[in-house]
């Protein structure tokens, strides 16, 4: 069983940065892509940045250049620094782990983002 708890959210003006953790608990975190997502009142989820068990990383076109994307396998934790933070950056985050033999996906409790303007 897959536990994901995220930390490092809170309120940063704009402009500013945060760093957000996610640690894994459970086995086989190395073979399996990881993800943040995000939320922002009334609307859908959506991908901000993920990566795979090699390190290549993806990002949203919203935060590319800005968000920085990386896992430590041996610590099992995945890191999302976030830079040059706007409001519309403001949301709950989301960890997320993707079994690649199940398919099945773990998310963690979520970290609230608030950046002010």
Not at 26 to 50: C, D, H, I, T
């Amino acid at each position: 069983q897959v536990q994901l708890v995220e930390s490092g959210g809170g309120l940063v003006q704009a402009g500013g940065s945060l760093r957000l953790s996610c640690a894994a608990s459970g086995s086989g975190f190395s073979l399996n892509p990881m993800g943040w997502y995000r939320q922002a009142p009334g609307k859908q989820r959506e991908l901000v940045a993920s990566i795979v068990s090699s390190g290549k990383s993806t990002y949203a076109d919203s935060v590319q250049g800005r968000f920085t994307i990386s896992r430590d396998n041996a610590k099992k934790m995945v890191n999302l620094q976030m830079n040059s933070l706007k409001p519309e950056d403001t949301g709950v985050y989301y960890c997320n782990l993707k079994n690649i033999f199940t398919s099945h996906n773990y998310w963690g409790q979520g970290t609230q983002v608030t950046v002010s303007s």
